[in-house]
């Protein structure tokens, strides 16, 4: 059962989603000019004051949050057995992110079409969150056992959310087992593809 603090974290990411949707559906369809926070407002049915309780900017609403957290995934590798490999954690930890994020990708056409026709508007943020989760992620895979040096911890950590990422998109174009692809995205990496 959710607690009261769930239950409205659960609300607010709700609705901020939904305004979220609103921008992106009034960028595809008018044109990114058309996505004001008036607009955007009026689309979901908000004020705009109360568009700047959930974004600081259109541009903010117009780019899909990141679908993992680098503190979440540093977390994850600290819950695994301390003395239990790298690879062997990434591939677990990386499991769970796959089957959560599976669901959340497949709403992210219309996120991916904004981002073909406006790149600029994801170029600085996604390269800032990168850059972050890479930092973040990196420090905790290197003090894993099994990892020989930082340019390997990195490799490791690279190719763990490359597997991830190819396992949920074939997932969601081909069908299939999410687990079961990233089985075999982990094991081709082992094998040294």
Do not use: C
Request: hydrophobic share 45%.
């Amino acid at each position: 059962m959710e607690s009261p603090q769930q239950r409205r974290d659960r609300r607010r990411a709700e609705k901020r989603q939904a305004i979220r949707m609103a921008a992106v559906k009034i960028a595809l369809a008018e044109g990114i000019e058309a996505a004001t926070v008036e607009a955007i407002s009026a689309a979901a049915d908000i004020s705009p004051r109360t568009f700047f309780n959930y974004f600081a900017s259109k541009e903010e609403a117009l780019i899909m949050e990141p679908v993992w957290r680098p503190e979440e995934v540093v977390d994850m590798l600290a819950e695994r057995p301390a003395d239990e490999p790298a690879f062997q954690a990434l591939k677990a930890v990386m499991r769970s992110l796959a089957v959560r994020v599976r669901p959340i990708w497949a709403d992210m056409e219309p996120f991916m079409e904004l981002r073909k026709r406006y790149p600029e508007l994801t170029a600085k943020a996604r390269a800032v969150d990168e850059t972050k989760i890479m930092e973040t992620v990196f420090e905790a895979v290197r003090g894993r056992p099994g990892v020989a040096s930082p340019i390997h911890a990195r490799l490791l950590m690279i190719a763990s959310f490359g597997a991830t990422i190819s396992a949920v998109q074939e997932s969601l174009e081909a069908g299939g087992s999410v687990e079961e692809l990233l089985d075999e995205a982990f094991t081709l990496l082992e094998k040294g593809l």
